[in-house]
């Protein structure tokens, strides 16, 4: 094991967020590593990271747009953090979890002292880069950056729990109840952004799935949509309830009460594998070996790939399968309440 890093209470720590929902839940085992180490983190990323990430109590700044505005905010929280701790910039003082070039340019020209990946010709802009290693989960990255920082090689825990706030859960009770759900109920997620090397992420046969679903569980189902996902939601899944303008803080806090979720590779299925919902997470091309959701109610619905380079040479899982897997976690949900 390497030298430990002596850790004063309260010492401050900038943390730049990754750039999407499921990057960022991952990132969590690390980021309460982190705080568990005692330092006082000052979280910068997207601006829906505050409310996905309140109930965990860490300070989010919102990352501006514009390249100069992000210099200042970098600027200001180093001469804040000065003023608590005068040795500020004797160390590492920023942990930039993004491999993008621009985001380690930017705590370079705020003259902080930054720990990431060598990547995209960052090494000249961080004060310590190292070299990614291929073959691990997403969170084994982050993990590897905190465990460099504190000068340990603790092993990554299988998951780590996110946690939800009082308000949340208060607003989400209201929210049941005023939609008339008191039962146990599935949350539904067939959405998707983005692609995995490419190739559409979104399980093709989710609308079948939840007519059937509909019929054959006698639950309630649920479903979130996110920015410009509403009309799609009504029209293509007329089966569900659509909750709009849930924000990720609520979000959390449904997926913790929810009975099942049933989700494409994306982030809300991350979050509900943190907050530990059941969740059954319907895979085609994504590697669950990388990308897989981390969680103690996590069942990967995936069946094994070839050599596919191409959506028409994806073999996703049918609605039959889902279906039947749904149904056992549903009834091992009912056993536990």
Request: net charge neutral; hydrophobic share 45%; charged share 20%.
């Amino acid at each position: 094991m390497s030298e430990r890093v002596s850790v004063a209470p309260g010492s401050p720590l900038i943390v730049r967020l990754r750039n999407w929902v499921g990057d960022v839940t991952l990132s969590v085992a690390a980021l309460q590593r982190l705080a568990e180490a005692g330092y006082a983190l000052q979280l910068v990323g997207k601006g829906w990271a505050a409310r996905l990430l309140a109930g965990e109590g860490w300070t989010v700044h919102t990352l501006p747009r514009e390249l100069r505005a992000r210099i200042a905010l970098y600027r200001r929280l180093r001469a804040e953090a000065l003023q608590s701790d005068p040795g500020f910039d004797h160390r590492l003082n920023t942990v930039v979890l993004p491999t993008s070039f621009s985001s380690a340019l930017e705590i370079r020209l705020a003259g902080l002292r930054g720990l990431g990946y060598a990547h995209e010709g960052r090494t000249l802009l961080l004060k310590q880069a190292l070299r990614k290693l291929s073959g691990q989960h997403e969170m084994q990255h982050d993990w590897r950056l905190v465990q460099a920082l504190l000068g340990s090689d603790e092993p990554l825990p299988p998951h780590a729990l996110l946690a939800t706030s009082e308000d949340a859960r208060q607003r989400v009770q209201a929210l049941l109840a005023a939609q008339g759900v008191a039962g146990p109920f599935v949350v539904l997620c067939p959405f998707a952004g983005g692609t995995f090397e490419k190739i559409d992420k979104r399980w093709p046969h989710f609308a079948e799935f939840t007519r059937v679903a509909a019929v054959e569980w006698g639950v309630p189902l649920l479903l979130c949509p996110g920015p410009g996902e509403g009309d799609a939601a009504r029209r293509d899944y007329p089966q569900a309830l659509v909750l709009d303008g849930v924000g990720l803080d609520d979000y959390a806090a449904l997926l913790e009460r929810c009975a099942l979720m049933v989700s494409n590779d994306t982030g809300p299925g991350h979050v509900a594998a943190a907050v530990g919902a059941p969740l059954l997470s319907v895979l085609g091309p994504t590697d669950p070996m990388q990308w897989g959701a981390r969680g103690p109610g996590v069942r990967v619905l995936r069946v094994a790939q070839g050599t596919a380079d191409d959506a028409a040479q994806v073999v996703w899982p049918d609605v039959a399968q889902a279906i039947q897997a749904g149904r056992a976690m549903l009834e091992a949900a009912r056993s536990r309440a």
